[in-house]
């Protein structure tokens, strides 16, 4: 499948949803779902390298995960961690960042220890791959809402010089650009508190295609899409005959 594309993202962020729903069409178990997922996510993580998308962001568990039963909860984690333990190596050749974005700290010890490991051994690849784990949009707001607090009571910055600028520096990845286009998998309309400030004018893809079966074919549908978006930011394009 070698196709030219223009105007390919630079950050593509995909809400991974329908794992569930695979396994139960199947008959078969929830975490099955999320392993056939675990194979979708190296899937697109090649697709991006062959497409030259720069950044990957994945949604992977969210702050309001953990209401899931305890039996799903720990099989998720665990995939996690094996996929870091399987996949340091290959992300190591495939020349790619890995970055956690959440609350780490929330995280058990031999998780958090194995994310700093492959975090560092990754460190210096330009290409990058973000999973979003015990992430929130409202968590990551209010974590930086707590620090610009801290950094104010110190009398380091002083609050009425704040600008969108400065704020999105107290965020997660500060470095990390705004998402161009925003793929959710399994037909749901909503971003269920992913990205809530760097979403802010991410083009929106949504795909019934449940998430284990997401396809080269699918991100390829994903991004010729995009590629004939108007992306305007609130300003007026030149021509405006039929836009
Ligand atoms: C997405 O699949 C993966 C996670 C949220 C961890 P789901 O598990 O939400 O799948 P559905 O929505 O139940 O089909
Ligand atoms: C969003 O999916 C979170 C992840 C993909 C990790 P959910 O399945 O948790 O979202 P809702 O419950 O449908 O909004
Ligand atoms: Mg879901």
């Known amino acids: 499948m070698e196709e030219q594309l223009d105007n390919i993202p630079r950050h593509v962020a995909i809400i991974m949803d329908g794992n569930g729903r695979w396994a139960k069409k199947r008959g078969s178990i929830r975490l099955s779902g999320h392993k056939a997922g675990a194979e979708a996510l190296l899937r697109v993580l090649n697709y991006c390298e062959k497409y030259k998308v720069q950044y990957l962001s994945v949604y992977a568990f969210s702050t309001e995960n953990w209401s899931r039963p305890k039996a799903e909860v720990d099989g998720l984690m665990s995939l996690l961690g094996n996929f870091l333990r399987n996949r340091e190596e290959e992300l190591i050749?495939?020349?790619?960042?890995?970055?956690?974005?959440?609350?780490?700290?929330?995280?058990?010890?031999?998780?958090?220890?194995?994310i700093s490991k492959v975090e560092a051994s990754t460190k210096g690849f330009e290409r990058q791959l973000i999973v979003c784990l015990n992430y929130g949009g409202r968590a990551e707001l209010l974590d930086a809402a707590k620090k610009l607090a801290e950094d104010a009571a110190r009398g380091d910055i002083d609050p009425q010089s704040l600008t969108e600028e400065k704020f999105g520096s107290y965020l997660y990845l500060p470095d990390v650009p705004d998402p161009d286009l925003i793929i959710r998998t399994s037909g749901e309309f909503r971003l269920s508190n992913f990205l809530l400030w760097e979403a802010a004018y991410s083009e929106l893809y949504v795909t019934p295609v449940l998430w284990p079966d997401f396809s080269e074919e699918d991100f390829l549908s994903a991004l010729k899409d995009f590629a004939k978006r108007t992306r305007k930011f609130g300003a007026i394009t030149e021509d405006t005959t039929n836009k």
């Open 93 to 114: 050749e495939a020349k790619c960042r890995f970055r956690v974005m959440g609350r780490k700290e929330g995280l058990s010890e031999s998780l958090q220890k194995l």
